[in-house]
């Protein structure tokens, strides 16, 4: 059984990057009771975006547990270890497979943990598909109130219960106000893995920061990466822009910066970017935001969600000495809170998970997807991690009972160079030879 709250709430997280990981942690804090003390287990899934250490302590957020696993062993420790309250932080195919394989593995028990998923920044593509594979959790968090509406709306035009849907806001917002210009000047251009994803884009925009910082000598400009070559993030990375800028001549006003995006704000007098989610974070801080227009304002890449948030500039009128003014009304529908109404962005998510946490007994965990409903749809997904299509482990799916090996963890790395290097070096080279 759960533990009691009188005693302390067991909290677990799996994800699957550094990015979800920090928003899985963050909020399993922020939506918890904050009267209740918290114990924090964190389950890192194993695959090609698995945090390093590096990155782990660079998202600077502590768990009381944190050790790596497959999908067949969580579920197992999910049917070995007591928690009230999971929160799934994963790609849309891996929260689905998690919530066959717990509704399997919790077949005839009296109780459950309750199960929260949602998504790490701004939702801007692939809307339905990532919702359905979500739907089934006990809470779908929706980071803004436009969220929460474009939410509920994909759950109940599919004929899904979007009771689910519950509004709160980025769990990673906060520091200090922006309090005018520092000295020196600085601009940061908050880099992004895959957007833009080809060189011709990316080589053009790190250009046109170099540029930034020669016409202006007194700025220091920054670019803000989010790994160093050979990790991983959420998402891939083809063509690190520190490869890119070995072949630049920079001047002395420039620099490449890794670290906390936090940190780096607290000294941010214009934050840059193509559609981070940074961007947010800046704009909760008042700090001046573009989200550039050079490439177009395209779906592909995402900038399109900051149209109406008076962000949008390209880098001339940057040069020539812009600052955006953002739109205060579009400002609120995102989750940002910057009135100083962020500490209640969570009081619902807490509300409805305390209430389910009283309930005697939580109903199966019941997905939108199932073998009727998506028979050539669901059975591949939940393949992929080694479940069948109701949920149980494959015969031979890999679930070691203890820690690998020597041996073991010199082929796991081994295979992780290798898959990298075909990422970022034999595939780029595959795809030039085919537009020849």
Request: aromatic share 6%.
């Amino acid at each position: 059984m759960p533990a009691s709250a009188t005693k302390g709430l067991r909290v677990a997280v799996l994800a699957d990057s550094d990015t979800r990981w920090k928003w899985g942690a963050l909020t399993a804090k922020r939506t918890v009771s904050v009267e209740s003390d918290i114990r924090l287990d964190g389950y890192l899934l194993r695959g090609r975006a698995t945090p390093t250490a590096r990155q782990l302590r660079e998202v600077g957020v502590h768990a009381d547990s944190l050790r790596e696993v497959t999908a067949v062993e969580f579920l197992r420790a999910m049917t070995e270890e007591s928690y009230d309250v999971l929160v799934l932080s994963l790609v849309g195919g891996g929260v689905q497979a998690m919530l066959h394989g717990l509704r399997r593995a919790w077949e005839g028990r009296s109780k459950r943990p309750v199960v929260v998923t949602g998504y790490v920044g701004v939702v801007y593509e692939k809307l339905a598909d990532g919702l359905l594979l979500r739907h089934g959790a006990d809470l779908v968090l929706a980071n803004s109130r436009q969220d929460a509406d474009r939410f509920r709306d994909v759950y109940e035009g599919v004929g899904a219960d979007a009771s689910s849907v519950t509004e709160v806001a980025l769990p990673f917002l906060g520091g200090a106000p922006y309090e005018g210009e520092h000295d020196p000047y600085t601009v940061v251009f908050a880099a992004q893995p895959s957007v833009p994803d080809s060189r011709k884009d990316r080589t053009y925009l790190l250009d046109r920061l170099v540029q930034h910082a020669r016409l202006h000598p007194e700025r220091e400009v920054l670019l803000k990466l989010r790994s160093r070559p050979g990790e991983h993030t959420t998402h891939l990375e083809e063509l690190p822009y520190q490869k890119l800028a070995q072949r630049s001549d920079l001047p002395p006003n420039f620099r490449l910066v890794y670290g906390h995006m936090g940190e780096v704000l607290d000294r941010t007098d214009l934050l840059v970017t193509v559609s981070s989610t940074a961007a947010l974070e800046s704009l909760h801080r008042r700090i001046p935001t573009v989200v550039l227009t050079d490439l177009g304002v395209r779906e592909v890449l995402g900038n399109h969600h900051f149209v109406g948030s008076g962000c949008l500039a390209s880098w001339d009128q940057l040069d020539a000495g812009h600052r955006p003014v953002p739109d205060e009304e579009w400002v609120a529908r995102q989750g940002v809170a910057a009135d100083g109404a962020y500490e209640t962005a969570f009081d619902a998510a807490r509300e409805r998970i305390a209430k389910l946490l009283a309930t005697p007994a939580l109903p199966p965990l019941a997905p939108y997807y199932t073998p009727e409903t998506a028979p050539g749809y669901l059975p591949g997904i939940l393949a992929r991690h080694h479940l069948g299509p109701d949920g149980t482990p494959l015969p031979g799916a890999p679930a070691a009972d203890k820690e690998p090996g020597p041996v073991r963890q010199i082929v796991r790395r081994a295979a992780r160079g290798a898959y990298r290097h075909g990422v970022q070096r034999v595939a780029p080279v595959i795809r030039r030879m085919g537009e020849l």
